[in-house]
């Protein structure tokens, strides 16, 4: 199944999301292409069952920023979408 959901967010609101999914304090504001990566990356987490409850997901992106990893391994941004691109 395929979803299209639309996240209405405010310039304030996309500035703080960049904050947390790249664990920086600027001003810059999250790209769409980083927010279907932060949403996917919750979804995954989710079918996967790597957390007890949903609260954990955000916590661990918010002390460490976001993160990659192919086969248990954290790669760079980069690699990542140049992956799931391949797929």
């Known amino acids: 199944m395929n979803t ?3 996240i209405p967010l405010t310039d304030d609101e996309r500035s ?11 001003k810059t504001l999250i790209s769409r ?3 279907t990566a932060l949403v996917l990356g ?3 987490v989710l079918k996967d069952g790597d957390t007890d409850t ?10 460490e ?6 086969n248990d391994d954290e790669v760079s941004a980069e690699q990542w979408f ?6």
């Not at 949903?54 to 002390?63: A, G, M, R, V």
């Not at 140049?82 to 797929?87: H, M, P, R």
């Open 33 to 35: 292409k980083e927010v």
């Open 16 to 26: 703080h999301l960049h904050n947390i999914y790249h664990n920086t304090k600027s």
């Open 42 to 44: 919750f979804i995954d």
């Open 4 to 6: 299209n959901i639309q």
């Open 54 to 63: 949903i609260q954990t997901i955000p916590k661990n992106i918010i002390k």
């Open 65 to 70: 920023g976001y993160k990659y990893f192919v």
């Open 82 to 87: 140049n992956i799931e691109e391949k797929d």
